[in-house]
Nanobody
Framework: QVQLVESGGGLVQPGGSLRLSCAAS????????IGWFRQAPGKERERVAC????????LYDDSVRGRFTLSRDNDKNMAYLEMGDLKSEDTAVYYC???????????????????WGQGTQVTVDS
């Protein structure tokens, strides 16, 4: 079974923090590029963070840079998205994705990921 499962979403007040987890099974996340995406109602899916296999540090969308942090734990075969100083505009369903051929993330690249999670809802509201 090849699967990605997100968790950690929920309701948080503006200015608060959340950490999303992405658990991989059936394959080694260590050898795959990782992307975090979000999709708000009525809007297209957007990439918020990306880490290619050859990247030394993650690439972030301007809207989240300095607030979000992508990381992974190879021993646990998991990836994370730490989100801080959350804003109402961050409300969306968040997805993790992975692909074996994602070697280096590009700012405006439209990469086709081979594996996707089901998403976890993040709601930022007072």
């Amino acid at each position: 079974q090849v699967q990605l499962v997100e968790s950690g979403g929920g309701l948080v007040q503006p200015g608060g923090s959340l950490r999303l987890s992405c658990a991989a099974s059936g394959f080694a996340l260590e050898y795959r590029g990782i992307g975090w995406f979000r999709q708000a109602p009525g809007k297209e899916r957007e990439r918020v963070a990306c880490l290619g296999r050859s990247d030394t540090s993650p690439l972030y969308d301007d809207s989240v840079r300095g607030r979000f942090t992508l990381s992974r734990d190879n021993d646990k075969n998991m990836a994370y998205l730490e989100m801080g100083d959350l804003k109402s505009e961050d409300t969306a369903v968040y997805y993790c994705a992975a692909d074996l051929t994602l070697h280096k993330c590009e700012i405006n690249g439209d990469f086709r990921y081979g594996s996707w999670g089901q998403g976890t809802q993040v709601t930022v509201d007072s």
